[in-house]
């Protein structure tokens, strides 16, 4: 469970712009101190997308100060469409910060596995590891290639591949956490993505026998684990909700298959 209750606030936007042009991806930040204060790398806010949708839309937490949080998004539909038409000064309805975040150990080395709008949830753990970090990502194309400085301005080295190959390299991230966790010194490894994308990836994990830690990405209700729209089957045949019994897990927790 997580460790405190959520906050209800008007959190003001403050910044609402494109993170990369000819692309629907998005960060916004918002000025929420009673919510910010509290946020640990991988939790959750939950955002009322305007009077007319009446569920909550989850993001996690792309960083946070004393003061401010953000989010980045991608306009996928009415409730992210909303979010892109907000401008600077407007309120919005925030809960969170919700659910169970990553475990942050010192002094080890941390290989960073993402994929799609889940490479957002690794950014705060990249500023806690610092040069300890290795960040392993993936894209359909070339043209969707984001945020690789904000990782490198932590000092975490990141190497990025394509389905395509319009990189300069075609293939999946998986064979790039191969090629890392081959080449050694890695303590834990995190992920968070697309669910097959991270199932496969847990196979070359397990295989090494290295502590991972997943980021679920589920379609969520109420956001505070009433509804059990978002649950998640575990090896023990039970279903966990990922709002708050999550979004983070022990990998080997999950039934992946």
Not at 63 to 81: F, H, I, M, N, W
Not at 152 to 179: A, Q
Not at 218 to 225: A, D, F, I, S, Y
Request: neutral net charge; charged residues 25%; glycine residues 10%.
């Amino acid at each position: 469970m997580a460790d405190r209750e959520n906050f209800m606030s008007n959190a003001e936007i403050t910044a609402n712009d494109l993170i990369l042009e000819n692309t629907t991806l998005f960060k916004m930040v918002l000025y929420a101190p009673k919510i910010a204060k509290f946020v640990r790398p991988g939790q959750l806010v939950h955002i009322k997308c305007g009077e007319s949708l009446t569920l909550r839309r989850p993001f996690s937490i792309a960083g946070a100060d004393s003061e401010t949080l953000r989010v980045c998004y991608d306009v996928r539909g009415k409730g992210t469409k909303w979010m892109a038409e907000q401008k600077p000064g407007t309120k919005i309805s925030v809960l969170g910060p919700s659910g169970n975040g990553y475990t942050i150990y010192e002094n080890k080395k941390a290989l960073l596995v993402g994929g799609g709008t889940g490479i957002y949830s690794l950014l705060s753990l990249a500023a806690k590891y610092k040069e300890n970090a290795v960040v392993t990502m993936g894209f359909r194309n070339a043209g969707l290639i984001n945020s690789v400085a904000d990782f490198e301005s932590f000092g975490s080295r990141v190497s990025v591949i394509t389905d395509d190959g319009s990189s300069g390299r075609k293939g999946f991230v998986t064979e790039l956490v191969r090629e890392e966790i081959e080449r050694g010194g890695y303590d834990i490894v995190y992920m968070c993505g697309p669910t097959p994308m991270m199932a496969n990836a847990i196979k070359i994990v397990n295989n090494f026998n290295l502590d991972c830690e997943v980021s679920m990405e589920e379609r969520m209700g109420c956001g505070v684990g009433a509804c059990q729209a978002c649950v998640c089957k575990t090896m023990l045949g039970d279903y966990k909700r990922v709002c708050i019994d999550g979004p983070v897990f022990n990998a080997k927790e999950i039934m992946w298959q």
